[in-house]
C-alpha cells in the first residue's frame, strides 16, 4: 500500500488523541504545530530511530524507521525501532523524549504498531516497550485486550472527530505546561471565555422563568 495515502490515519495521532483531544484536532484539523524545548529534544533523540537501516545484534535483527501500516484500520506510520528476535518474537520499540508524559498515550501509539505489524507480518505480537531518552530505560508493555480495544477506539473516535471537522474545546490542566500548542491553543483564555458565557446563558434561563405563584 502507499502509507502516504492521505486516508490512512498516522500513528502518531493515537499518541496526540491520548495526550489531549484538543491537542490531535488542532495538529490535524487546522494544521498547527509549534516547537518547543521538548518536541525539540525528542525530534533530536529520533532522528537514528528515524533512519531506515538494520543491525544484528544480541537479541536478533532490528530494524530502524520501519514503516507499518494496516489495511483492516486504516493506518499507518514508522516505528522507531522493531525487533525480530531469535526466539521469534516481533518487538516494537517507541522512542519518547522525557518522563512527564502518562503512559497512556504511549501505549495507544505502541499498541497501533503492534496491531500493524500483526497484520503485515501474520504473527502475534505481545509485548513492546517505551524507551526513554532521559533515563535511557524500556518500560515494557503487554498488548492486553483492554489496550487493544483502548487502542480500537481512539482510532474511530479520532476519525469521528475529523470527519465532524471541530476541534474539542480547551481543558485548561496540568498538561498544558508541556504542550508546545499552548500560545496556539490559549486554553486558559477560551476556558475562562467559555465559563463567562455558560454563566450569562445560565443568568439568562433563570431570568426566562416564570415568577412562582403568591401563597
Given at each position: 500500500m502507499?502509507?502516504?495515502?492521505?486516508?490512512?490515519?498516522?500513528?502518531?495521532?493515537?499518541?496526540?488523541?491520548?495526550?489531549?483531544?484538543?491537542?490531535?484536532?488542532?495538529?490535524?484539523?487546522?494544521?498547527?504545530?509549534?516547537?518547543?524545548?521538548?518536541?525539540?529534544?525528542?525530534?533530536?533523540?529520533?532522528?537514528?530511530?528515524?533512519?531506515?537501516?538494520?543491525?544484528?545484534?544480541?537479541?536478533?535483527?532490528?530494524?530502524?524507521?520501519?514503516?507499518?501500516?494496516?489495511?483492516?484500520?486504516?493506518?499507518?506510520?514508522?516505528?522507531?525501532?522493531?525487533?525480530?528476535?531469535?526466539?521469534?518474537?516481533?518487538?516494537?520499540?517507541?522512542?519518547?523524549?522525557?518522563?512527564?508524559?502518562?503512559?497512556y498515550p504511549d501505549d495507544l501509539q505502541l499498541c497501533g504498531q503492534a496491531l500493524c505489524l500483526e497484520e503485515m507480518l501474520g504473527v502475534t505480537v505481545d509485548r513492546g516497550a517505551v524507551y526513554s531518552l532521559k533515563s535511557r530505560h524500556r518500560r515494557e508493555r503487554v498488548f492486553t485486550q483492554e489496550l487493544r480495544n483502548q487502542t480500537h477506539l481512539a482510532i474511530e473516535q479520532i476519525r469521528t472527530m475529523l470527519r465532524g471537522g471541530g476541534v474539542p474545546p480547551p481543558v485548561f490542566d496540568d498538561r498544558c505546561k508541556y504542550c508546545s500548542l499552548l500560545p496556539v491553543c490559549s486554553p486558559e483564555m477560551l476556558t475562562t471565555k467559555r465559563l463567562m458565557q455558560l454563566s450569562s446563558q445560565l443568568y439568562q434561563a433563570e431570568n426566562l422563568l416564570p415568577e412562582e405563584e403568591e401563597q
Open positions: 502507499d502509507i502516504e495515502n492521505d486516508d490512512y490515519l498516522p500513528l502518531s495521532a493515537l499518541v496526540q488523541f491520548g495526550y489531549c483531544a484538543r491537542r490531535c484536532g488542532l495538529m490535524h484539523l487546522e494544521a498547527a504545530f509549534e516547537d518547543n524545548v521538548f518536541t525539540l529534544q525528542g525530534t533530536q533523540g529520533h532522528e537514528r530511530a528515524d533512519t531506515s537501516t538494520w543491525e544484528m545484534t544480541a537479541a536478533g535483527r532490528c530494524e530502524r524507521g520501519m514503516a507499518v501500516w494496516s489495511d483492516s484500520l486504516q493506518i499507518r506510520g514508522r516505528a522507531d525501532v522493531v525487533e525480530f528476535r531469535h526466539d521469534g518474537d516481533v518487538y516494537p520499540i517507541e522512542y519518547k523524549r522525557g518522563a512527564h508524559r502518562v503512559e
